[in-house]
């Protein structure tokens, strides 16, 4: 098992340029989420899926769309890249155990937006 | 506002003693709390968590404790050893069927030989 991949690693836009960040599962997870990392703080969830089909806002949303047609994967679009949204963005996928849900993180996207 | 807090950025400890991590938070509804442990370049790995019908939660070298009155939990971890020089991250969630994360701002562990 891959896990959770996410592409590309690194990415420079400027400003106003839109672009996808892909992100994809191969443990048949029901849940996918995306956060972002900023220097000094924790990671913010943006959107997250429950779900194919099935997506909702988490704290950060703004400037992001996503969208969940397969298990598989739940890609990140920016429709008008600003400054602001330089950071780390960290896809996960999660199922419920016993004990809760198990999230795994992919290794991340490093976007840095001119 | 910070739900979840992280007030030591980092942490020095020698190999083979206790290191002691501390987590504050504020959202009473939390009812689900994390550690996960981050390296360079990669994304975080889920290390332990507890509920909160719970006080205590043992894996192997690692202990969280959770007390709720005082909103603080703890991650212990016994012996250190240099392999766990890295970032962790305490994170909580309420039990609203989805596990929405809040994450604290983490504490750079460094265990030296």
């Known amino acids: 098992n891959a896990g959770v991949t996410q592409t590309p690693k690194f990415q420079v836009l400027k400003t106003g340029q839109s672009m996808t960040l892909q992100c994809a599962q191969d443990?048949?997870?029901?849940?996918m989420s995306w956060y972002r990392q900023d220097p000094g703080m924790g990671l913010r969830l943006i959107h997250y899926?429950?779900?194919?089909?099935?997506?909702d806002q988490g704290e950060v949303p703004n400037g992001y769309n996503v969208s969940r047609s397969t298990t598989e994967d739940f890609p990140l679009r920016l429709l008008s890249a600003a400054p602001s949204q330089t950071s780390v963005y960290f896809c996960a996928s999660s199922y419920l155990t016993p004990g809760g849900y198990e999230q795994y993180f992919g290794p991340g996207t490093r976007l840095t937006v001119t | 506002d910070q739900q979840v807090k992280q007030n030591s950025p980092s942490l020095s400890v020698q190999e083979g003693r206790i290191s002691i991590l501390n987590c504050d938070y504020t959202n009473s509804m939390f009812d689900y709390f994390l550690w996960y442990k981050k390296y360079p370049a990669e994304g975080p790995t889920f290390l332990i968590s507890i509920s909160s019908i719970k006080d205590k939660n043992e894996d192997g070298r690692f202990t969280v404790f959770l007390n709720k009155s005082a909103k603080h939990l703890s991650l212990h971890i016994v012996p250190s050893q240099p392999g766990d020089s890295a970032v962790y991250f305490c994170a909580a969630s309420e039990n609203t069927g989805f596990q929405k994360l809040v994450f604290g701002t983490g504490t750079r562990l460094l265990v030296s030989p």
């Open positions: 443990m048949n997870h029901e849940y």
């Open positions: 899926s429950v779900g194919a089909g099935i997506t």
